[in-house]
Every structure is written in C-alpha cells, then in structure tokens.
C-alpha cells in the first residue's frame, strides 16, 4: 500500500476515536440540555433556565460528599467575603443537622446581631422569613439569612435543648470576624488573657481560622508574657471552632513548634500532594505547659491544630472527641469566575500518619478526628453544656457601674477589676438571679485543664475520668 494511503488511513482513525470520545462526552451535556429546554417548555408553571442549570449543577455535586457544592454568582461573592472575614449578615456559622435536617448554629460572632439576641451553639434555625427550614442546603439558607446591612430578617429559633420556639428579628450588619478572644472584656472592651480566679493561668480562645488569626494569636500570647507575674501554663480553647483556613491553622502551629511535620495534604489515592513543616518560628516557649481544648463542634483547622500539638506531645488534648472534617475543598472557577465548584480534592493527615476526616460509613471506633488524651475525655450532659454557653456569653461583654452591657461605656472604669466587680454585681440583679436559681455551673473540661497546669508546676502526675453525656455533633463549616 502506497505510503501516502497508509497516512490517509491513521488520520481517518485517529479523527474517528477523536470523534468518537467528543460524542460520548457531550452526549450528557447534550441530554442535560435537552432536559432543561424539556422542562422550561412544559412544566406547568414557568421556570427560567438558569433555576434549572443551577439546579442541575447542584444535584450531581451533592452526589459527591457533603462539604462539595455548586457555588453560584451570588453565593460566589458570599464566598469571598468570607475569605476576607468580612460580610453583611447577621454573625453566624451554620451547616445543616444531619438528625434533623434543619439549620443548626456551629457558633455565633461575638458582638454581632445573632450574639447580642442570645442566639448560641447548637440552636436550630427552624424557619427564615417564615419559610421552613428542613431539608434546605445550608447554602440556600446562608444567601436567606444574609443580605443588605441595615435590613432585618426574622428566624425562627429552637433554643439548644430546649422545646420551645421564639421568634427573633436581627438588623443585618457588616460582621468583622474576631477569631482571637480571651477570658473575659475589660470594661474598655479589649480582652483579658489570665483565668480570672487563676491569674497565673493564660486562657485563649480562638473562634475561627482567618487570615489574621496567627498573628493575633500571637499578639495575646505577648500580652500574657509581658506579665509581671510568671505565667504557669496556657489553655487554648478550640471549642465550638468550625475551622477556616489551612494557612492559619499552620501558621498557629508554628507558634508552638520549632521543627517537625504540621500535617500533610494527600489527594486521590492517597497520594501526596504537599507537607507542611514548622519553620523554627516558636513563640511559646517549649518549657510552659499547654493545654487544647476541643469538642464535638472543633472541625476542620482546629483539629489540624489540636492533633498537630497532640502528636508531637506539646499539649494535652481536654475535652471531648472533635467532629472530624479533614477534608480539603478547592474552590474551581466556571463561566469565567462567576460561579464556582467548591470541590472536596484532598484529604488532611496528621503528623502521626493517622487521616482526621470522618467518613459517612466510620464507626465510633475508627481512627478519625481528635481524641482527647487518656484520661482528660470530659463529657457534658446537654443542660450542662448549655448553661456553660450561657456563663460564657456573660463573660463576653463589658458590664457598666448600672450592672447594663455597654461595651462602649465612657463612665466605665479601664480597670480590670472594676469590670470583674461589676460583672458579680450583675448577677444579683432579679433578673440574673431568676437564670441561676440553681447556681453558677462549672465548666469541668475548663477545671480538668486548671488541674492539669497545676499538676504540672508542682511536679504531679494525674488523670481523669469519662463523665456525663455526650452532645450531639453538628456539622462543620
């Protein structure tokens, strides 16, 4: 056969295959099509095309995992503002409660419309505008709940263990994230870093991981070094911490370790994609003792922390088992960056070797998440952990002379006592007294790490015991 006809022949078969994969390809985008012009032409109301696009993209997303999505114009925008840890809504994490279907808040703001209206964890979102909640995509409730600042939206609340219903009606605001937070607010309304009754004791809290969490970490952790009094031990609190950032929770890592494995990241497979390593930055010194504290509601970043701090034995993990997301999510850009796909594409892996992430077929007795170290698992019976929010949240803001919240009050004293005086003067009100007629609740996963840190100055060995109940989990973000 003549050369030229053989070379006639390849290309002919080449451009077949060629065809013949192009074909099988655009087949499902042709049916997808075909299905939405069906639709739009004969269902019996009217519907616009891209309700039905954005539909479509949605469906076979949510096919995948629970953390992929279809990011849409509008919720793309959403999702930056997040990335800048500012937006206009109300000052609420959520996801959707896989018991109930409904909304649940992961954790309010501090300071924000939601907070200030005694919305807390474990609240359930059970209608926005009246509409009902169940069965809708946290993402559909987000774009509800958020909107123009200046404007109101009403939700329908179910209290954590509670039976009863309330309506509340939030003005939306431009919401700064604060993630860095300590014991209590001064009455200037910066925050005091020391245990009130333990004033050798640094206690910080981080409520989320953005973009400026580890340098303000590490602006508290100087304000607690810069005592006159020695410090004994620190207690970060990661409770009720959905995640945020990869970059952050490495960054806060750092702070504590001068070498060693933070975590890994692997891909399809198993295979891995990239390590991330201390830099010898430390800023906490390897001598202070450190405790982590997590719970049900610590996902994602925190737990990249927690375990990281765990594994190389640099603090005591307290509290109870973490919620387990050690997924990572790559946002992908569509029609030229309007929309998006926020796409589960890896996997996050502790310096031990061991995955965090929670797969839906794990059982209790897998290894995922964070544990807490023998003998420092803590567990709270749900009307515990509720007054434990409770208690916390009184201690978030500032208390004026008149026993009111003003964390603007230009008569306060800049005193730290003064604050802690007027804070105690509060709780005799009539009104404090009718939420507290049983008495103040301790907070034993906060006592058990005060033991802890004591044990450690005075050279002792101790341990603990499982008690109470355990809280449901929610979702992380």
């Known amino acids: 056969m003549p050369t030229r006809n053989l070379l006639v022949l390849c290309l002919s078969a080449i451009i077949s295959l060629a065809c013949y994969h192009t074909a099988a390809h655009n087949r499902w985008a042709s049916t997808i099509a075909d299905a939405i012009e069906q639709i739009e032409s004969n269902f019996v109301e009217p519907i ?45 994490i959520v996801d959707v409660d896989p018991d109930t279907e409904r909304l649940m808040v992961l954790s309010p703001f501090v300071g924000t419309p939601a907070y200030d209206a005694g919305i807390r964890a474990g609240d359930l979102i059970m209608a926005i505008e009246g509409k009902d909640t169940e069965g809708l995509e946290s993402s559909d409730t987000i774009k509800m709940i958020r909107g123009k600042p200046g404007t109101d939206v009403n939700l329908t609340v179910l209290p954590f263990g509670k039976e009863e219903e309330r309506e509340v009606t939030l003005t939306r605001a431009i919401i700064p994230v604060e993630s860095v937070l300590g014991d209590r607010r001064k009455s200037d309304g910066t925050w005091e870093f020391f245990l009130s009754e333990h004033p050798t004791i640094g206690y910080i809290r981080i409520t989320s991981f953005g973009e400026n969490t580890a340098y303000d970490l590490k602006t508290a952790y100087e304000q607690v070094a810069s005592r006159e009094t020695e410090t004994q031990g620190l207690i970060i609190d990661l409770r009720q911490n959905p995640g945020g950032l990869l970059e ?7 702070l504590f370790l001068s070498s060693g494995d933070i975590v890994s990241i692997r891909g399809r ?10 830099s010898a930055r430390t800023t906490v010194p390897k001598q202070l003792p450190v405790v982590v504290l997590v719970d ?18 640099r603090a005591v993990v307290i509290g109870e088992r973490s919620w387990g997301k050690g997924t990572v999510q790559s946002v992908l850009e569509l029609e030229g960056g309007r929309s998006a796909l926020r796409l589960t594409t890896a996997t996050y892996w502790r310096p ?57 009050d230009d008569e306060a004293e800049d005193n730290e006592e003064v604050a802690v005086e007027e804070s105690a003067d509060a709780d005799e009100s009539p009104e404090s007294e009718s939420e507290e007629d049983a008495g103040p609740v301790v907070d034993r996963q906060l006592e058990k790490a005060i033991e802890y840190i004591n044990a450690k100055v005075n050279g002792e060995e101790m341990g603990g015991e499982e008690v109470g109940e355990e809280v449901p989990p929610a979702k992380a973000a």
């Open 352 to 408: 031990s070797g061991k995955n965090i992430h929670r797969l839906a077929k794990s059982k209790e007795t897998d290894e995922w998440g964070v544990t807490p170290d023998e003998g420092y698992e803590v567990k709270y019976e749900k009307e515990e952990f509720v007054e434990v929010l409770r208690q916390r949240r009184e201690k978030d803001v500032v208390m004026t002379r008149s026993g009111k919240v003003d964390s603007k």
């Open 269 to 278: 497979d198993k295979v891995l994609e990239r390590e991330y390593k201390a």
């Open 296 to 313: 049900h509601y610590s996902a994602s970043a925190s737990e990249i922390v927690s375990a990281c701090l765990q594994d190389h034995e």
């Open 48 to 92: 616009d095309q891209r309700e039905l696009f954005e539909g479509s993209m949605d469906g076979m997303v949510k096919q995948l995992d629970q953390y992929s999505g279809y990011v849409s114009p509008d919720q793309y925008n959403q999702l930056l503002e997040d990335l800048d840890q500012e937006f206009g809504g109300v000052g609420i």
């Open 248 to 254: 952050s929770a490495v960054d806060v890592c750092d």
